[in-house]
């Protein structure tokens, strides 16, 4: 990996920290809407993102966590698992609306994982969870889609992070 892209990805995990970290109380539990799940998003401009994406959910979740353990395995293998599969569909799709749409379903079909997660750490039932944490899930990734949209307009995320 190149400097350039190591910083980007260093700056992109430190505001999905930041942010998780400002809104820590919204951001864990059965009852989630961790806005920095925004960034998740920017698989779709690149997969070179994936790093700064998943490096931002570890350190949130070793140093906001209360279920640190559970966290660094559920948590963590949520956000690689999803943004994976979902780089690899998006591979040939050039429509952005699409692509957004297709990381935004798998995001949230794979809360189940977190689901798994709350039913194991606190024993919460698992369709509860599912259920509250995927539309946690679901609303942020809707509502973060033009978002994302908007500020690659000003930005270029995908010219940031290349060579």
Same mark, same amino acid.
């Given at each position: /990996?190149?400097?350039?892209?190591?910083? @980007?990805?260093?700056?992109?995990?430190?505001?999905?920290?930041a942010?998780?970290g400002i809104?820590?109380?919204?951001? #864990?539990?059965?009852?989630?809407? %961790?806005?920095?799940?925004?960034?998740?998003? $920017?698989?779709?401009?690149? %997969?070179?993102?994936?790093f700064g994406?998943?490096?931002?959910?570890f350190?949130?979740?070793?140093?906001?966590?209360? !279920?640190?353990?559970?966290?660094? @395995?559920?948590?963590?293998?949520?956000?690689?698992?999803? $943004?994976?599969?979902?780089?690899?569909? /998006?591979?040939?799709? +050039?429509?952005?609306?699409?692509?957004? /749409?297709?990381?935004? $379903? @798998?995001?949230?079909?794979?809360? +189940?994982? !977190?689901?798994?997660?709350?039913?194991?750490? #606190?024993?919460?039932?698992?369709?509860?969870?599912?259920l509250?944490?995927?539309i946690?899930?679901?609303?942020?990734?809707?509502v973060?889609?033009?978002? /994302?949209?908007? $500020?690659?307009?000003?930005i270029? #995320?995908?010219?940031r992070?290349?060579?």
């Open positions: /990996m190149k400097t350039k892209s190591l910083v @980007i990805n260093a700056v992109v995990a430190a505001l999905y920290v942010i998780t809104l820590a109380p919204i951001s #864990f539990g059965a009852l989630q809407f %961790r806005v920095a799940e925004i960034f998740n998003h $920017l698989i779709v401009f690149n %997969r070179k993102y994936l994406i998943v490096s931002g959910v350190i949130s979740n070793l140093f906001f966590s209360t !279920i640190i353990g559970y966290d660094l @395995i559920f948590g963590v293998g949520h956000s690689l698992l999803s $943004l994976l599969i979902a780089s690899g569909l /998006m591979k040939k799709i +050039s429509n952005i609306w699409v692509k957004f /749409m297709i990381n935004s $379903l @798998i995001f949230t079909a794979l809360s +189940s994982l !977190i689901a798994l997660e709350l039913y194991l750490a #606190f024993s919460y039932p698992f369709w509860f969870g599912y509250t944490v995927g946690g899930e679901l609303g942020i990734m809707v973060g889609a033009p978002i /994302m949209q908007y $500020l690659d307009k000003k270029h #995320f995908s010219e992070i290349e060579a």
